[in-house]
Structure formats: structure tokens, C-alpha cells
């Protein structure tokens, strides 16, 4: 096979994505289950950019009561946190060096990418990036790889997509790309090797 086009999941592939562990940092009274459960329904409506961090923090603190001052710590950390995979960013490069052609498709936050663009130093070697609150769809919804395919004109064929869900890999393979499960980043580089990638 010819594969030209990489794409990338970020958290938890890029980048580390452990709100467990946030949690547990800002507020350490709560069960880090219970309080994620109860936070999710507003942060799904970040993700698909039905509202802004602002009026998150507001939503929570008016629903919930809990203290402004703690939530915007809580955003915060939820960024900061999000430090490099062992391995990952070097495999970029690599890829990047050898002139593939690579995209990402992340469900995220607009303020989280703002982020990443302001203090990390991985976006920029992306030919295109989809993010989930810009275009109002999660994976794995079929339309947020189609929107990647369309705007980019990839073959799908030609295209591997990495995540570290295996619903959104299956997803990905439904539209026509090939696609595998990221464990660690010397594994990845193995699987892609499998591929016909060149990652040395």
C-alpha cells in the first residue's frame, strides 16, 4: 500500500489527557468518577462548541456551586497537564522530516487548541486539523473523518488514521482508511513500519 497521509488523534497520543488526575489535583474532596460523571454533559457541549470555557465555568458554578476560583484552576490544569507522550513528538519530526503529509482529527475544546497554538510546539507541522468544537461533530461520527477527506481531498486509501480509542480506529476504517489502536510510541512506530511508513 501507499500510504501519504498520517493522521493523528492528540490526547492521550500527543499529548498526555489524565482529567482523573486533575481532578484529584483541584479537588481532592471528590470522588474523581462521581465528580468527571457529573461534569461530562457540560463538557461534551465544549467539545462541539455548542458553548465557550467562560460560559462552561459560569455553568458550572450556577448549577453546581462550585467556586469559580477552583474551576478556572481546574481549566487550567486541565491544560497545562497535558504535557508530551514519551516518544510521540519525536515521531512527528521524523515523519514530518521524511515529507508525509500529516493532519490531526481531535475531539476538543476551541480554548484547549488555543493552547497547543500558544505553547506547544506540534500543530504547526499539521497540514490540517479538525477539531470537533469547530465543526460541531465527535468522532466517531462518520462526518468528522468525511470533513477531513472533503476539505483536504485525501484518498482514504492512501490515509492512517492513530487514536487511542479503539471505537474512533473503527470509525475511521468505516470511511475507507486504514487505522490502528496507539498503545506507546515505539509501538506505534512498529505498526506504522507495517504500514509501508518509513519512521527512521
Not at 35 to 40: A, E, G, P, Q, V
Request: glycine share 4%.
Amino acid at each position: 500500500m501507499n500510504i501519504k497521509n498520517i493522521v493523528f488523534d492528540v490526547g492521550n497520543v500527543l499529548v498526555r489527557w489524565e482529567p482523573y488526575e486533575v481532578i484529584n489535583a483541584v479537588f481532592p474532596e471528590n470522588d474523581p468518577l462521581v465528580f468527571y460523571k457529573l461534569i461530562r454533559p457540560i463538557w461534551l457541549d465544549l467539545n462541539l462548541g455548542k458553548i465557550t470555557e467562560d460560559q462552561a465555568i459560569d455553568l458550572y458554578h450556577s448549577l453546581f456551586n462550585i467556586p469559580k476560583n477552583k474551576l478556572i484552576q481546574f481549566m487550567h490544569q486541565l491544560k497545562v497537564s497535558q504535557t508530551p507522550i514519551p516518544g510521540s513528538l519525536e515521531l512527528l519530526d521524523t515523519l514530518s522530516q521524511a515529507q508525509y503529509s500529516l493532519f490531526s482529527i481531535t475531539d476538543n475544546v476551541k480554548e484547549l487548541i488555543a493552547y497547543h497554538q500558544q505553547h506547544s510546539n506540534f500543530l504547526h507541522k499539521f497540514h490540517g486539523i479538525i477539531v470537533s468544537a469547530e465543526v460541531g461533530v465527535l468522532k466517531p461520527n462518520p462526518e468528522i473523518y468525511y470533513c477531513l477527506i472533503q476539505r483536504y481531498s485525501l484518498n482514504p486509501a492512501e490515509t492512517v488514521f492513530i487514536d487511542d480509542l479503539i471505537e474512533n480506529v473503527e470509525g475511521a476504517k468505516k470511511v475507507g482508511m486504514h487505522a490502528f489502536q496507539f498503545l506507546d510510541a515505539q509501538s506505534c512506530r512498529a505498526k506504522l513500519n507495517d504500514f509501508g511508513v518509513h519512521t527512521s
